[in-house]
């Protein structure tokens, strides 16, 4: 069997690793986390207060950087993790795109 750094990159976007705390709501409930890496594609979010079902619509609240407006970026749930959730990005507007580019060359 081919060792795990043997094997191709499947994914569509590149990840960046970082530590950046947020929060997430939904229609029923709300938490928690820090969002261990990120592309433009999906985010992985660790120590959630509370955990979160594959297929749950969520916006998640961030900051491009220390001091600027918080935004809210759609996301979708696709698979839980131990401590917290992977989740992919969801009908984002042109500005949330923007927030995005912000956050990744600043890692």
Do not use: K, W
Request: charged share 25%; aromatic share 6%.
């Amino acid at each position: 069997m081919p060792r795990l750094e043997d094997r191709p990159q499947m994914r569509s976007a590149l990840r960046y690793n970082l530590q950046l705390p947020t929060e997430y709501r939904s229609d029923d409930q709300c938490g928690a986390g820090l969002i261990s890496n990120i592309s433009m594609s999906g985010v992985l979010i660790e120590h959630v207060s509370d955990p979160i079902e594959t297929g749950a619509q969520l916006d998640l609240r961030v900051s491009a950087y220390p001091g600027s407006f918080d935004t809210e970026l759609p996301v979708e749930v696709v698979r839980g993790t131990r401590d917290g959730f992977a989740a992919r990005f969801v009908d984002l507007a042109p500005a949330n795109e923007l927030v995005l580019r912000r956050i990744l060359p600043a890692v």
